[in-house]
Antibody
Framework: EVQLLESGGGSVQPGGSLRLSCAASGFTFTSYAMSWVRQAPGKGLEWVSTITGGGGSTYYADSVKGRFTISRDNSRDTLYLQMNSLRAEDTAVYYC??????????????WGQGTMVTVSS | QSALTQPPSASGSPGQSVTISCTGTSSDVGGYNYVSWYQQHPGKAPKLMIYEVNNRPSGVPDRFSGSKSGNTASLTVSGLQAEDEADYYCSSYAGRDTLVFGGGTKLTVL
């Protein structure tokens, strides 16, 4: 069964850091681009970042560029999101999502259950 | 990276059809055939329903269909069923390696 399992969420003060992880199983991890998508409480979805299958290219939304870093460890089938200089507006459920065959960041066919990040003093 | 425009709500009775629109610009919806639609039930992760404008992933009922005209994409749900009640989000590739989502539409089955 194809599965994504996020972890690492929690509460942090403004200006703090957090690293999210997403463990993948059931598919050839290195063959697919992976992304992070977030959803603020009661709000819509927002694309955050994407990394290609080999990890050689990364893409970011303007709202997180320079503060967040996406990475992956293909030997561990794990995706990461390092979040620095966190702001209140980063408060959201963060979903890990798998890209479809042949696509880098325009379609996600498998989503994790999400991990909540709360930025508050 | 402005969000795509969706109506906040839509509704229909069981068995009826409902169409949800997703309006963007020539830089996103109108410029690429990379429009996707996701269904999200409360407290759950989104589920891919339509990709590349009008393609259905395996397992998605053929009651769900997608289309695009100019800068507006549409999701049509035919033969509405109670389990179709959910939030629906469109997304589109927006060039320069970015992706944009719509604000979401709450579909109510009356």
């Amino acid at each position: 069964e194809v599965q994504l399992l996020e972890s690492g969420g929690g509460s942090v003060q403004p200006g703090g850091s957090l690293r999210l992880s997403c463990a993948a199983s059931g598919f050839t991890f290195t063959s697919y681009a992976m992304s992070w998508v977030r959803q603020a409480p009661g709000k819509g979805l927002e694309w955050v970042s994407t990394i290609t299958g080999g990890g050689g290219s990364t893409y970011y939304a303007d709202s997180v560029k320079g503060r967040f870093t996406i990475s992956r460890d293909n030997s561990r089938d794990t995706l990461y999101l390092q979040m620095n200089s966190l702001r209140a507006e980063d408060t959201a459920v963060y979903y890990c999502a798998k890209g479809i065959v042949g696509a880098i960041l325009h379609t996600f066919d498998i989503w994790g259950q999400g991990t909540m990040v709360t930025v508050s003093s | 990276q402005s969000a795509l425009t969706q109506p906040p709500s839509a509704s229909g009775s069981p068995g009826q059809s409902v169409t949800i629109s997703c309006t963007g610009t020539s830089s996103d919806v109108g410029g690429y055939n990379y429009v996707s639609w996701y269904q999200q039930h409360p407290g759950k992760a989104p589920k891919l329903m339509i990709y590349e404008v009008n393609n259905r992933p395996s397992g998605v009922p053929d009651r769900f269909s997608g289309s695009k005209s100019g800068n507006t994409a549409s999701l049509t749900v035919s033969g509405l069923q109670a389990e179709d009640e959910a939030d629906y989000y469109c997304s589109s590739y927006a060039g320069r390696d970015t992706l944009v989502f719509g604000g979401g539409t709450k579909l109510t089955v009356l």
